[in-house]
């Protein structure tokens, strides 16, 4: 099962090169996955990075499968713009959730590291045609829905961390390790909802201030 799932992380690692608006690839450093430690702020009874959900830290997002966690796995940003589920601990993997207004449940999710003359990129929902819903990265927009995500709380991990599944609208993300398509964004009904992802705290946030 791990050599199927590393095979996957590798066919989504070598995606083509950068597409127009899509971040570089060039100078990314590489890093060796981090120890998982857990946080210390309580929200809903259980302790998910301080600041997780605030816009105030950057983190990974890690994915868990049937509600177990998937070794040297991780959310980044593909050398094409696309997010999908790799062993790429690094400035790719940065990920900071801030919420659309004060008090409200909307987050977009903006790239930690990665900028495009000065300014983060945003995940957004991208459909195809008949094709799937992937995830990409696109300029900054609160006003677009496909930006606006919201994090549902279903459980906690091994180290007491706040477990999520993350909606856009009425689809949410799923990965699919076994096929090509990789991290999806699908409609509820469609299949049954396999994956979650817990937050792994990695410092601060450092994004340009609103103007």
Not at 113 to 119: N, T
Not at 176 to 187: I, N, T, V, W
Request: with cysteine.
């Amino acid at each position: 099962m791990r050599g199927t799932l590393l095979g996957a992380m590798t066919l989504a690692l070598a995606l083509p090169g950068c597409s127009a608006g899509s971040p570089d690839a060039a100078g990314v450093p590489t890093a060796t996955p981090p120890a998982r430690s857990g946080a210390t702020a309580e929200l809903g009874g259980a302790p998910p990075p301080p600041g997780a959900l605030d816009g105030k830290r950057q983190v990974f997002f890690l994915p868990r499968l049937d509600d177990t966690e998937l070794p040297d796995s991780v959310l980044a940003v593909t050398a094409a713009g696309r997010v999908q589920v790799t062993d790429d601990y690094a400035e790719r993997a940065l990920f900071v959730p801030v919420p659309k207004a004060r008090g409200a449940k909307e987050r977009l999710i903006k790239t930690g590291a990665l900028r495009a003359g000065g300014e983060p990129f945003c995940l957004q929902v991208r459909g195809q045609g008949p094709g799937p819903l992937t995830v990409v990265t696109a300029a900054c927009d609160a006003g677009e829905p496909a930006q606006l995500f919201t994090f549902e709380a279903v459980g906690e991990d091994g180290e007491g961390r706040m477990t999520y599944l993350v909606r856009n609208r009425d689809a949410v993300l799923q990965w699919h390790p076994m096929g090509e398509s990789g991290l999806l964004a699908e409609k509820l009904g469609d299949s049954p909802m396999r994956t979650t992802f817990s937050l792994q705290d990695q410092g601060a946030a450092a994004l340009p201030a609103a103007g």
